[in-house]
């Protein structure tokens, strides 16, 4: 049995122990959202294409209309890393988690996303890049409000487990995936496939408020990163429509990239 002095020691080291552990909870930052930007950086996409989508994403977070959304947020500040994949063995963490409260905050993010040389990977893989973004979205170090994977490609999904098993586990969590899909090409190779926006819609996008923003001509890139991260950081909180059409229309194969795989390969 523990004397008198030995127990008081014991619960002082407790009452510590339980302090310190409050502390570290209450020392997350609370945000307004955690965006987590998964860019798509396969060989399909031309080195061109890289870097217009590139530039799209340092402009927008250089420009005022991202910085005016910020700040009219609840907390007015959020926190956003950026992240490139390709194939289900790839994904990179590009900028790290930024806490993005200031425009010099957004100045500096733009930098560093700048000062990181381009890559190019084989194949497409969207349900990696998900499951990838879901352990940045978990590990992030704050306490956001909104969690929201922001998923930019110019494929479907060719590598990995299917698509809309990655998806349907994050919108379990509450976590909304937007899209920005690539249509600069007509579809004519193997691994193309018709209507991409479809197909994201379909089968990659969900969650409260999700939304998507084909981009179908080069210059359409920067005003449609900077007009999608702008309503990402500005939309709250929202809920399912109660209303739903009455009669399905036609959906996109969520397959439809497996399948191609598969008639390269022969099998």
Known sequence: MLGPRRCSTALLLAAGMVLAGSGSAEAETEVDLALVLAVDISLSMEPDEQELQRHGFVEAFQSPEIHDAIRKGMLGRIAVTYVEWAGAGYQEVVVPWTVIEQPADGQSFAARLAQRPLQRHGY??????????LRQLRDSGVAPA??????????????????????????AQGITINGLPLMLKRPDGLWDIENLDLYFRDCVIGGPGAFMIPVREKAQFAEAIRTKVVREIAEGPQVWSLVQPAQAEARADCLAGELRRQQRSGN
């Not at 990696?128 to 973004?133: K, M, N, P």
């Not at 909104?146 to 919108?171: C, F, H, K, P, Y």
């Open 146 to 171: 909104r969690q929201v994977i922001d998923i930019s490609g110019d494929g479907a999904n060719n590598q990995g487990r299917i698509v809309t098993e990655a998806r349907d586990e994050a919108l």
């Open 124 to 133: 497409t893989s969207i349900s990696g890049a998900i499951d990838f973004s």
